[in-house]
């Protein structure tokens, strides 16, 4: 039950940080913080921030290539030397993932030394 207040307060975090245009990072911090909190294992901190910052992520950024009708994400994939725009979607989404990931893994990991080896 935990987990489901973890993802859904990742989700959270990431739709206000794109709504209030703050930095790719602070989803990271909303993960720890929610991960601290929460009682969860090391591993659900990280796989289920993970899992919800990709989606956000990856819905975003895919919205953002079809209101620009790829035209954007495409002429990035050039730079980037990658075949499509698309690809750029899902590095986006995969970087936000692991980014929040890694922030559930911190504050789930801090709540455990805490609290002295107790889950």
């Known amino acids: 039950m935990y987990r489901l207040f973890l993802l859904l307060l990742v989700l959270l975090t990431c739709l206000v940080t ?12 909303g993960a720890a913080v929610a991960a601290g909190l929460l009682p969860v294992w090391r591993r659900s901190g990280f796989y289920f921030s993970f899992l919800a910052a990709v989606m956000m992520w990856g819905c975003y950024a895919g919205y953002l290539h079809l209101l620009s009708e790829g035209r954007l994400g495409d002429r990035l994939a050039v730079t980037f030397g990658v075949p ?36």
């Open 84 to 119: 499509t725009g698309w690809v750029l979607v899902v590095v986006t989404a995969l970087w936000g993932g692991l980014t929040a990931g890694l922030g559930g893994l911190l504050g789930a990991s801090l709540r455990i030394a805490i609290a002295g080896g107790k889950r």
């Open 18 to 29: 794109l709504y209030l245009d703050w930095p790719w990072y602070v989803p990271a911090f």
